[in-house]
């Protein structure tokens, strides 16, 4: 069975440093899609970046980066130059993509950005 | 083009009684699934929806259940609720080609059902 693991409750990054924010997994399945979604308080998940198990090199999307070690099954979401509006919960998830209806979540971590 | 949107933002029912959830797909996508999340945890799966077909579903019991109309848009049905249904319910909708190749998800805000 899939799981997904986020070790970190809560973190605090100051304004305009780097964060990252750790994601563990466990699957037996050779292919497979890590995602990490932002949910502010209104409750929305919001796309962030996404990672397939055979791509070669790490994702980038503006200042998200994934930093995928498949051998140690982590993905962990790097944000740079945090800003105020960073703060919100941000979850680990994972889907097998051929089984594709089950996307299992992780308990999320609670960012917060200090001024 | 428009995105998920669901109805309605908060509920509240009391125990016993039964509900409904409402999800509009955002344009072009033709799957919808449902998520449930408890206060402090990560989205549960609860079912997919496909084609207007249950297509696939987790470890949920029998009195959840869902549709999915023509223009995909879906329901969530909940009956006989319980203390425990309270938590915030996430639709997300995806487009599924013929080859069983998903997209992305995209979510709405949510209905935040309270059971007192």
């Known amino acids: 069975a899939q799981k997904i693991t986020q070790t970190q409750p809560g973190m605090f990054v100051q304004e305009k440093e780097a964060v990252t924010l750790d994601c563990t997994y466990d699957?037996?399945?050779?292919?497979?899609?890590l995602f990490w979604y932002k949910q502010p308080s209104s409750g929305e998940m919001i796309f962030l970046i996404y990672q397939g198990s055979y791509d070669q090199q790490n994702a980038t999307e503006g200042r998200y980066s994934l930093n995928f070690q498949k051998a140690r099954k982590s993905a962990n979401l790097v944000i740079s130059a945090s800003q105020l509006g960073d703060s919100a919960m941000y979850f680990c998830?994972?889907?097998?993509?051929?089984?594709?209806?089950?996307?299992?979540f992780g308990a999320g971590t609670r960012l917060t950005v200090k001024p | 083009e428009t995105g998920v949107t669901q109805s309605p933002t908060h509920l509240i029912k009391t125990r016993g009684q039964q509900v409904t959830l409402r999800c509009s797909s955002q344009s072009g996508h033709n799957t919808v699934s449902w998520y449930q999340q408890a206060l402090g945890q990560g989205p549960q799966f609860i079912f997919q929806?496909?084609?207007?077909?249950?297509?696939g579903r987790g470890n949920f019991p029998p009195r959840f259940s869902g549709l999915q109309f023509p223009n995909y848009s879906s329901e969530l049905n909940v009956n006989a609720l319980e203390l425990d249904d309270s938590a915030l319910y996430l639709c997300a909708s995806s487009f599924q080609s013929g080859t069983g190749s998903t997209y992305g998800y995209t979510f709405g805000s949510g209905t935040r059902l309270t059971v007192v």
């Open positions: 699957t037996s399945d050779p292919s497979y899609g």
């Open positions: 998830a994972m889907r097998d993509l051929y089984n594709n209806n089950d996307m299992r």
């Open positions: 929806y496909y084609r207007e077909e249950e297509n």
